[in-house]
């Protein structure tokens, strides 16, 4: 679905923000806040909300094109 | 053009986390409006955001307007502690006929689509919303959140003053781009590493927000 490069950058992007970010997301899950870290986190295990944080992320950089 | 008698506008505010807190403090500003309006505003606040006590306060007081903050998925509006309070399919008839604006996840999808509101407002995926840890408890002031909130509630604030459900999710999504391009193109009070974030939380937002039903409806 995404390919390594996509992944690596937007691992990269990630870890720019600033260390006492916190995104919220407001889907029903048992945790709803996520600091830089976890961010990070999800995003290399690939879950659902990792996958979501890079199609935000994608979408961004995308807009650029 | 479908024209709707605005007694009663109907919030939600559960803060049983840092989103439903920021949704409903910032909230505040879209009661200050309604009130200046001549629209009563119903809160429902807390714990008291469960299903049994929408259900009945919808019933009773059949506001116009409601304003969903919470929690949500595809096909459904969640309340205090990620309770289900509004279900497609078990009791999505409560919306119908009235301007509804959901500040959820996802439930612009399924529910906001089918629910048979005379108009929704709200967002068909993940909505994302930036904060500074250090700001948690001045959720006004917190810098990262600033830009994303004063977005999303700009729909529900141009409700409240009695415009068109179309004006309204036009003035929000022109804000929504309006603070991209501002991002963008010049240089603004934040840094780059903030705006990592903001921007493409904004970005992702805007094109999230999504408006079904009568154009034309407004409280009268």
Redesign the interface.
């Given at each position: 679905m995404y390919t390594e490069d996509e992944i690596e950058l937007v691992v990269a992007r990630l870890r720019t923000i600033p260390d006492n970010a916190i995104l919220s997301i407001g889907h029903m899950q048992d945790k709803s806040q996520f600091n830089k870290d976890e961010l990070i986190e999800h995003v290399k295990q690939m879950d659902d909300i990792g996958k979501k944080i890079i199609d935000m992320q994608l979408k961004y950089v995308r807009s650029f094109k | 053009m479908f024209v709707l008698s605005s007694d009663f506008m109907l919030v939600t505010m559960p803060d049983h986390?840092?989103?439903t807190q920021?949704a409903s403090t910032w909230s505040q500003q879209i009661i200050d409006i309604a009130e200046k309006n001549g629209i009563k505003p119903i809160l429902i606040k807390g714990k008291n955001v469960n299903r049994l006590h929408v259900e009945t306060t919808i019933n009773d007081k059949n506001p116009n307007f409601i304003v969903f903050n919470?929690?949500?998925?595809e096909d459904?509006i969640?309340g205090h502690n990620?309770e289900p309070i509004i279900i497609f399919g078990e009791n999505h008839q409560l919306l119908k006929n009235r301007i509804i604006h959901a500040?959820?996840?996802?439930s612009g999808k399924i529910l906001g689509k089918n629910c048979g509101a005379k108009a929704f407002i709200g967002?068909d995926d993940?909505?994302?919303?930036?904060?500074?840890?250090?700001s948690?408890n001045r959720p006004l002031e917190d810098k990262?959140a600033i830009p994303v909130m004063e977005c999303a509630i700009e729909a529900p604030k141009q409700i409240a003053k009695r415009k068109t459900v179309k004006e309204a999710y036009n003035k929000s999504q022109e804000k929504y781009q309006k603070w991209i391009d501002e991002y963008t193109l010049s240089s603004s009070k934040y840094?780059?590493?903030?705006l990592?974030?903001i921007?493409?939380?904004l970005?992702?937002n805007k094109?999230c927000q999504v408006l079904y039903g009568d154009n034309n409806a407004k409280l009268n």
């Amino acid at each position: 679905m995404y390919t390594e490069d996509e992944i690596e950058l937007v691992v990269a992007r990630l870890r720019t923000i600033p260390d006492n970010a916190i995104l919220s997301i407001g889907h029903m899950q048992d945790k709803s806040q996520f600091n830089k870290d976890e961010l990070i986190e999800h995003v290399k295990q690939m879950d659902d909300i990792g996958k979501k944080i890079i199609d935000m992320q994608l979408k961004y950089v995308r807009s650029f094109k | 053009m479908f024209v709707l008698s605005s007694d009663f506008m109907l919030v939600t505010m559960p803060d049983h986390d840092l989103a439903t807190q920021y949704a409903s403090t910032w909230s505040q500003q879209i009661i200050d409006i309604a009130e200046k309006n001549g629209i009563k505003p119903i809160l429902i606040k807390g714990k008291n955001v469960n299903r049994l006590h929408v259900e009945t306060t919808i019933n009773d007081k059949n506001p116009n307007f409601i304003v969903f903050n919470g929690h949500g998925s595809e096909d459904t509006i969640a309340g205090h502690n990620f309770e289900p309070i509004i279900i497609f399919g078990e009791n999505h008839q409560l919306l119908k006929n009235r301007i509804i604006h959901a500040f959820t996840c996802g439930s612009g999808k399924i529910l906001g689509k089918n629910c048979g509101a005379k108009a929704f407002i709200g967002y068909d995926d993940w909505f994302f919303l930036c904060m500074y840890r250090h700001s948690t408890n001045r959720p006004l002031e917190d810098k990262l959140a600033i830009p994303v909130m004063e977005c999303a509630i700009e729909a529900p604030k141009q409700i409240a003053k009695r415009k068109t459900v179309k004006e309204a999710y036009n003035k929000s999504q022109e804000k929504y781009q309006k603070w991209i391009d501002e991002y963008t193109l010049s240089s603004s009070k934040y840094t780059t590493e903030e705006l990592q974030l903001i921007l493409p939380c904004l970005m992702w937002n805007k094109t999230c927000q999504v408006l079904y039903g009568d154009n034309n409806a407004k409280l009268n």
